[in-house]
Nanobody, 127 residues
Framework: QVRLVESGGGLVRTGDSLRLSCAASGRSFQYNTMSWFRQASGKEREFVAGITWNSGSTQYVDSVRGRFTISRDNAQNAVYLTMDSLKPEDTAVYYC????????????????????WGQGTQITVSS
């Protein structure tokens, strides 16, 4: 059974930092782009950050660029999201996802490009 399991969420204050982890099991995703999405209450799920299979390219939504950093460890079949200078508008459920295609040179931002999803982890940033 293929699983993506996120961890590291919680309740923090404005300006704090968090590091999310996503552990994959059931198959290797070393050749797949891995990304983080988020969904705030009452809003659509949106792309946050992505990293290609060889870490050769990363992509961020404008609202987090310079504050969030995505990384991966293919040996551990894991992807991470380091979040600094958190803001209340970062409050959402954060999801890890794996691109359905392999060996892409560019991160895809559309939800439809991702076949595997985690169950999500809640991040709440208080003001």
């Amino acid at each position: 059974q293929v699983r993506l399991v996120e961890s590291g969420g919680g309740l923090v204050r404005t300006g704090d930092s968090l590091r999310l982890s996503c552990a994959a099991s059931g198959r290797s995703f070393q050749y797949n782009t891995m990304s983080w999405f988020r969904q705030a209450s009452g809003k659509e799920r949106e792309f946050v950050a992505g990293i290609t299979w060889n870490s050769g390219s990363t992509q961020y939504v404008d609202s987090v660029r310079g504050r969030f950093t995505i990384s991966r460890d293919n040996a551990q079949n894991a992807v991470y999201l380091t979040m600094d200078s958190l803001k209340p508008e970062d409050t959402a459920v954060y999801y890890c996802a794996a691109d359905s295609s392999v060996l892409r040179s560019k991160v895809q931002e559309l939800l439809a490009e991702y076949d595997y999803w985690g169950q999500g982890t809640q991040i709440t940033v208080s003001s």
